[in-house]
């Protein structure tokens, strides 16, 4: 355990590809904490996502479009021992950097992840959370959505994010899980409900399952993309 993780800095990698109506509440939740530095990594955005970010002050840098390179791009150029990996449309919870900090420092924990909260009012969306909370604590298996963070020697150690079209978190836990354990913060990160809205709620969640089992059964991440389109 690095003795101290208590100061280390905090570097917050956020992917965005055309997230103008999301990014500007992303960036807000980061506000309240110091110590930090936030990167934000475009891939080839057609709104004003990036001007946003830079009205804010904020470090933004290109990169080839997928998620995967994405961040990999901005933990190469990070400043902070510690990495946070955030999703362009979810929100922080208030003290978020002490969490982190706490939870690195418990003895075996290699990474840890948040609770999630959909942010809409859909009794179907609670049962998500529910199996979310259920695969997190019980298969240390959290996703992105969940805000996955880490040292950056541990990020080397396991040779950063596999460049994957699709599946790169759940690559990335499974590695780390052979390293110690995934810790998971009790308060929630709160994200968009957009993608079950507009895809379906159980539609989304059947498609989950059958993308996991496939990748396992070694189906191409590209095809298997094609699936999820």
């Known amino acids: 355990m690095n003795q101290n993780i208590t100061t280390d800095r905090i570097s917050i990698i956020i992917p965005a590809l055309n997230e103008a109506s999301n990014i500007k509440a992303t960036l807000a939740s ?3 904490s110091t110590n930090i ?63 982190i900090r706490t939870t690195l420092q418990q003895s075996g924990t290699v990474a840890g992840a948040f609770a999630l909260r959909i942010n809409a009012p859909n009794w179907g969306l609670r049962l998500v959370e529910w ?8 298969w240390q298996m959290p996703y992105g959505d969940q805000a996955i963070f880490l040292t950056k020697a541990t990020f080397k150690q396991i040779g950063s994010f596999p460049e994957l079209r699709i599946m790169e978190d759940f690559e990335l836990i499974r590695q780390l899980k052979r390293l110690g354990k995934i810790a998971i913060v009790s308060v929630p990160v709160i994200t968009s409900p957009r993608k079950w809205l507009k895809q379906g709620i159980l539609t989304i969640t059947i498609l989950n399952q059958i993308i996991i089992l496939a990748y396992l059964l ?12």
């Open 131 to 138: 199996g979310v909370r259920w695969r997190s604590h019980l």
């Open 37 to 99: 530095e936030v990167i934000v990594v475009d891939g080839g955005s057609k709104d004003n996502t990036l001007q946003i970010a830079q009205s804010l002050g904020i470090k933004v840098i290109s990169s080839q479009p997928g998620r995967a390179m994405q961040m990999n791009a901005g933990a190469a150029i990070a400043s902070g021992e510690i990495l946070l990996f955030l999703h362009a449309d979810t929100c922080l919870p208030f003290g978020f950097d002490e969490m």
């Open 218 to 229: 070694g189906v191409s991440p590209d095809r298997i993309r094609s699936w999820y389109r």
């Open 30 to 32: 980061t506000e309240s």
